[in-house]
C-alpha cells in the first residue's frame, strides 16, 4: 500500500527566506503531484512532475522529482505573503490513476 | 484544462438524511474520482465512478453509504446516505486528463451534519 508523506507538517517563515517542503513516497510510482489549497477552496494543481529528475518552476516555487529515492521536494525561493497556503503532494498507486495525498504543509509566511 | 463544477457548493444536513452532490465535466473523461476531505485533513479518495459499470470502492467505504452514479463520460453523482456528525467533511470530484496527466478538482461540496 502506498504511503505519502510530507514534512514538515507546519510552517512559519519570514518574507524573503527560502525553503524546502520534503514528500516521501513508499513505493514505486512514475509521477509526482503538487497542490495548493486556500482556506475554503479547493485544490490547485501546481505541477505534475513525470519522470525521474524532472524539474520544474513556476515563480518562486520549483518542484524536482528522485524516484530512485522515492522523493520530491518543493522548494520556495524569497517567499512572500501571497504562498501563504497548505501544499499537499500525492503519488498515483503504481498501474493505476489512484492519488494518495500526503499529510499537507501548512505554510505561513509573517512579514 | 477540464473545467468542473460541483452542485450543491454547501448545505446543511440534518442526521439521518441523504445529500446527492452533482458532478459535471466540460469535456468527455473516461476517469472520474470522488475524494472526501475531513476539517484539517488531507484527502481521502472514497471511489473511481466508472462509466457503463459500478463504482469502485475503497477500503473503509461502501456503496450502500456512498452509492454513486456515472451514466456518461461527463458527469456524475455522489450521494452521501444516512448522514451523521462524521459525514461532514468537503466533498470533491476529480477527473484525470491523459494528454497531460494533470488530475483536476472541482470546486468542492461542504456538508454539514447536525
Known amino acids: 500500500e502506498l504511503k505519502v508523506e510530507q514534512n514538515p507538517l507546519f510552517l512559519s517563515m519570514q518574507e524573503g527566506k527560502n525553503y524546502t517542503i520534503y514528500c516521501n513516497y513508499s513505493t514505486t510510482s512514475d509521477r509526482l503531484y503538487w497542490y495548493r489549497q486556500d482556506p475554503g477552496k479547493s485544490l490547485e494543481s501546481l505541477f505534475v512532475l513525470l519522470s525521474n529528475g524532472a524539474v520544474k518552476q513556476e515563480g518562486r516555487l520549483m518542484a524536482s522529482l528522485d524516484t530512485k529515492a522515492r522523493l520530491s521536494t518543493l522548494h520556495i525561493t524569497a517567499a512572500v505573503h501571497d504562498l501563504s497556503a497548505t501544499y499537499f503532494c500525492a503519488a498515483p498507486n503504481f498501474g493505476n490513476e489512484k492519488l494518495t495525498f500526503g499529510t499537507g504543509t501548512r505554510l505561513t509566511i509573517i512579514p | 484544462s477540464a473545467v468542473i463544477s460541483q452542485k450543491p457548493s454547501r448545505d446543511i444536513c440534518q442526521r439521518g438524511t441523504s445529500l446527492t452532490i452533482q458532478c459535471q465535466v466540460d469535456?468527455?473523461?473516461?476517469?472520474m474520482f470522488w475524494y472526501r476531505q475531513q476539517p484539517g485533513q488531507s484527502l481521502t479518495l472514497i471511489a473511481t465512478?466508472?462509466?457503463?459499470?459500478?463504482?469502485?470502492?475503497e477500503s473503509g467505504f461502501v456503496i450502500d453509504k456512498f452509492p454513486i452514479s456515472r451514466p456518461n463520460l461527463t458527469f456524475s453523482t455522489l450521494t452521501v446516505s444516512n448522514m451523521s456528525p462524521e459525514d461532514s467533511s468537503i466533498y470533491l470530484c476529480s477527473v484525470r486528463d491523459y494528454h497531460s496527466y494533470e488530475q483536476y478538482f472541482g470546486p468542492g461540496t461542504r456538508l454539514t451534519v447536525t
Open positions: 469535456s468527455q473523461v473516461t476517469m
Open positions: 465512478a466508472n462509466q457503463g459499470s459500478e463504482a469502485t470502492y
